[in-house]
């Protein structure tokens, strides 16, 4: 089934920690990106990546990384988890080559830190 | 800096009409998204405006002026499963989408 997964779907994880989360998709997009939700604030741009092999500074990027090694995987790392980094995680996809290129998510993953 | 504008809540009865605006300010304009997000889901892509003028796809209408920094989206024929949040984007002269933080939408039958 084409489209975007991520893992865990839901995660409590003890402050200082290091976590990843990870994220696939199918449809061969060139452009991902990590996204964080957090109640009465939009989505914030973590981190993206163009294209497979390189990887980009968002609007909050402290405290996670990064890397795209091949096209259908972008999985977010948190070195030391702390309880600020409490929040519901989207994964995306693009195709900047087509049309509007309009970002396609994950069905998110929601972290708690404690 | 950067702002997207849109109202927190919105209420309206089942089969009547809603608008819901979005102003923004930002570092160039590459384009204006609209998505909804029904509650614990993932954002799923309504619209897009680059033009000025309105773009009409089914009951959903969004319209554009780019000399005014405004959208409005436009739900018609209100169904209860209509009640979800809608997200208004501007990619900006970076290519990157900026969010407005959503107009949680109620339908009241």
């Known amino acids: 089934i084409a489209g975007i997964t991520q893992a865990p779907t839901s995660q409590i994880l003890a402050a200082g920690r290091r976590m990843t989360l990870r994220c696939t998709q199918d449809?061969?997009?060139?452009?991902m990106y990590w996204y964080r939700q957090d109640l009465g604030l939009g989505l914030r741009l973590i981190h993206y990546?163009?294209?497979?092999?390189?990887?980009g500074k968002g609007e909050v990027p402290d405290g996670y990384s990064v890397s795209r090694a091949n096209t259908d995987d972008f999985p977010l790392t948190l070195a030391s988890a702390v309880p600020s980094q409490t929040s519901v995680y989207f994964c995306?996809?693009?195709?900047?080559?087509?049309?509007?290129?309009?970002?396609?998510f994950g069905p998110g993953t929601r972290l708690t830190v404690l | 800096g950067q702002n997207i504008d849109q109202p927190t809540e919105m209420t309206a009865t089942e089969g009547a009409i809603v608008q819901i605006n979005c102003t923004y300010q930002?570092?160039?304009?590459?384009?204006l998204f609209w998505y909804q997000q029904h509650a614990g889901e993932a954002p799923t892509f309504l619209s897009y405006?680059?033009l000025d003028g309105l773009e009409e796809k089914g009951r959903f209408s969004s319209f554009l002026s780019r000399s005014k920094g405004y959208s409005y989206l436009l739900l018609k024929e209100l169904q209860m499963k209509d009640s979800a949040s809608y997200l208004c984007a501007v990619r900006d002269s970076n290519y990157q989408l900026i969010w407005g933080a959503g107009t949680k939408l109620i339908i009241k039958p």
């Open positions: 449809m061969r997009h060139n452009a």
């Open positions: 990546s163009n294209t497979a092999g390189t990887t």
């Open positions: 995306a996809s693009s195709d900047s080559t087509s049309g509007n290129n309009e970002q396609f």
């Open positions: 405006n680059v």
């Open positions: 930002t570092s160039g304009f590459n384009g």
